[in-house]
């Protein structure tokens, strides 16, 4: 969450403005995933799940085949990197303006 308060509001190259952590659980019980939202502490309205597990349509819809899996997404919704070798901090930093 330290990097969601530092970059929400940053201006990065090609125009984007802010960041936003956005969390799709793949668990299939409610408690199970309500309780590894707190424990990351991410606020409720950044983590979803429909609680079909493998069988979400975001597995098929973003190719997710490992957990932990990661996406950079620009403001059109558009995926610029999958699984990034840095940090998601020097990639942030990389790309603020």
């Not at 502490?41 to 975001?58: F, I, Q």
């Amino acid at each position: 969450m330290q990097l969601y308060r530092k970059y929400k509001n940053a201006s990065f190259e090609g125009g984007a403005n802010g960041f936003t952590l956005y969390a799709i659980s793949l668990d299939k019980r409610r408690k199970a995933w309500k309780h590894a939202a707190e424990q990351h502490r991410m606020p409720k309205r950044l983590t979803v799940s429909d609680l079909k597990g493998w069988e979400s349509k975001a597995v098929e819809k973003f190719g997710i085949g490992a957990i932990p899996s990661s996406f950079v997404v620009d403001e059109n919704g558009v995926v610029k990197a999958t699984n990034v070798s840095k940090t998601l901090a020097d990639l942030l930093q990389e790309q603020k303006q």
